[in-house]
């Protein structure tokens, strides 16, 4: 069953023109990534997605709601947002922060409920975050930091979320922790991914689908395995890509050019 | 800057140290003056009123009491809640420390209307009844005029809101000494006064007029609290969150602009009460507006009073302008509160 749809979506700022006719239909309960060099229009493309950007054409409808006739609060609960350097306010506790999360469901004139308490409690349980709880939400490490603010778009409880490059900034190990919890939640709670990656390896051992924007349009669309080993990778990063198989496992390394050797 | 969000504890026992202040400053509004009078004849004088005990005030000390004394500390509580309460508010949705009515061209639009009251009488008057009208139509006609200019493009953000508040209050401000250069040397003098902020002319009546614009203006501000915590992820976050920042913008900006208007208009420009309140109250609860916005009301009560103890009682019996107090004391405190941040940071 279709949960995101994008349709025919282009977005502006002033003349030029970001991203252009794009159309995509997610299903419930998968994992997509958008890849793409930089400037693509990954960032806009998804942002758009969390209903933070006025479309200039198209659609885009969550859930069968079209999400520019809904106010913020509705959209909150059925898309929520990680963008790319969240900004993590000084002197608020992790649990405050991730507690932020359940502002659309108890409103700003009141406290959290009981129930969303309880959500709370729960995300920070399931992203080991428990032990952090008191702790000044600034003072977390890159890794820690990251897991707060995914734990933040959890506690939104909604069927989608929408990530731009939540592996920035990370180490290996930690990237991989981030992206094994949002694996689990496809698996284990059927949420819908939509995230932007850089890292094109990554990008293809853990997505189901893989989108190629380029220049604000999508040259390519299909499983990893296809998108990964296409022509079209290469010419729209502008370099030569060479795929390698390590036990099952394709690796994206990037080759010299001949002036190089 | 607190390394951590703020213990329980910690929290009520600011709540009360800060409630005394208040205490400690009601008492100075009443008690302390050229005329002396004590503490106790002034309670029981009040407890006369509702029918405990019997006064042992006499006429002359009780106009003193009730008819100078209070409705100045009442207007002051008044001020500076309110001033306060609005500073805090805009540096939250702002999420700039420096914030406050006063940026957006309240102070300006207030003086170019005052100035235009006060060079259009003659020689003798004092400041027209009717130049508090006046200051307030043009602090609402500056704010309305930045927010026309700068928050109308699709693109605005709080930096463009600041950036038009600038120009609006440099134009007023040219217009304003224009005015000025125009007019009489008495009257420069007079303008020059009422810029300088006091709570000399208070009366009930003067309380009458601010209280409903007040105690509108502030408990919005403060009811505002939780979406300013929301807020400080930034425009993008909070609204995918869920908060509809437009029109919590248009909601607070309004309510702290109209509510610093009509004191403004009534006790001039006073300034700093708007930065340093809220900052101490950071500074001893944490970051939270739940927090900060409600004891600043309280706080900035207390603060003004106190320092209106001081304008009036230091160089008696004439009177130090309530804005160069409010500025002798807040500008060492800020720099305190700026090398007590920069430690808490490094």
């Known amino acids: 069953m279709t949960m995101v749809q994008i349709d025919h979506v282009s977005l502006r700022a002033g003349s030029t023109t970001l991203v252009s006719d794009v159309s995509l239909d997610v299903t419930g309960g998968s994992w997509c990534t958008i890849i793409g060099p930089n400037g693509a229009g990954k960032t806009t493309l998804v942002a758009a997605v969390a209903g933070l950007r006025t479309l200039y054409r198209g659609s885009v409808s969550i859930d069968g709601e079209l999400l520019a006739d809904l106010n913020e609060r509705r959209r909150a609960r059925l898309v929520a947002y990680v963008p790319q350097h969240p900004e993590i306010p000084a002197g608020m506790s992790v649990e405050e922060y991730v507690a932020l999360g359940r502002v659309s469901f108890h409103g700003v004139l009141h406290a959290p409920s009981l129930r969303d308490r309880e959500v709370v409690a729960g995300v920070l349980e399931r992203l080991e975050l428990t032990d952090f709880r008191r702790r000044d939400s600034a003072s977390l490490s890159g890794g820690e930091r990251q897991r707060m603010v995914l734990a933040r778009a959890l506690a939104q409880a909604t069927k989608v979320v929408v990530l731009d490059e939540p592996t920035t900034g990370l180490d290996v190990r930690h990237q991989m922790d981030i992206l094994e919890l949002l694996k689990t939640e496809v698996a284990e709670c059927g949420l819908t991914v939509i995230a932007t990656l850089h890292d094109l390896t990554l990008a293809g051992l853990f997505t189901d689908r893989l989108v190629l924007l380029s220049r604000g349009a999508v040259v390519m669309d299909g499983p990893a395995y296809d998108v990964i080993r296409s022509t079209q990778l290469a010419e729209s990063y502008g370099t030569t890509l060479r795929v390698v198989t390590v036990d099952g496992i394709d690796v994206v390394v990037p080759v010299r050019g001949d002036a190089h050797r | ?346």
Request: charge should be positive; include cysteine; charged fraction near 10%.
């Open chain 2, 1 to 346: 800057m607190l390394a951590s969000p703020p213990s329980a504890r910690r929290v009520l026992l600011v709540v009360v140290a800060i409630t005394a202040a208040l205490v400690v400053a009601v008492i100075c509004g009443l008690v302390i003056g050229p005329t002396s009078i004590s503490t106790q004849r002034i309670l029981g004088d009040a407890l006369s009123r509702v029918g405990i005990g019997h006064s042992t005030l006499t006429s002359t000390q009780s106009t003193i009491v009730w008819q100078y004394r209070a409705p100045r500390m009442v207007l002051g509580l008044l001020a500076g809640a309110m001033l306060a309460v609005a500073g805090g508010t805009y540096q939250g949705i702002f999420r700039n420390p420096l914030a406050d009515p006063y940026l957006l061209g309240v102070a300006a639009g207030a003086g170019l209307g005052a100035t235009l009251a006060i060079v259009n009488v003659s020689n003798n008057a004092a400041v027209p009844t009717w130049a508090p009208l006046l200051a307030f139509a043009g602090a609402m006609v500056a704010v309305t005029l930045t927010w026309i200019i700068g928050g109308r493009s699709m693109k605005s953000t709080p930096a463009t809101l600041i950036l038009a508040g600038v120009a609006v209050s440099a134009l007023f401000t040219s217009a304003q000494t224009f005015l000025q250069q125009q007019s009489s040397t008495q009257s420069i003098a007079r303008v020059y006064i009422w810029l300088l902020g006091s709570l000399a002319s208070a009366s009930w009546h003067s309380v009458d007029i601010v209280v409903p614009y007040v105690i509108v203006c502030s408990v919005l501000c403060v009811l505002a609290g939780r979406a300013l915590d929301v807020m400080s992820v930034g425009d993008d976050e909070a609204r995918s969150l869920g908060l509809s920042v437009r029109s919590l913008r248009l909601l607070v900006v309004g309510a702290s602009s109209l509510g610093t208007a009509a004191i403004v208009s009534v006790v001039g420009l006073i300034g700093f009460v708007g930065i340093i309140v809220p900052h101490i109250v950071r500074l001893l609860v944490g970051t939270s507006y739940r927090r900060i916005l409600p004891l600043s009301v309280i706080f900035g009560a207390a603060f003004l009073v106190l320092c209106d103890t001081v304008a009036r009682t230091v160089m008696a019996p004439s009177e130090l302008p309530l804005g160069v107090v409010t500025a002798v004391i807040g500008a060492p405190v800020f720099v305190v509160i700026l090398s007590v941040r920069r430690m808490g940071t490094s």
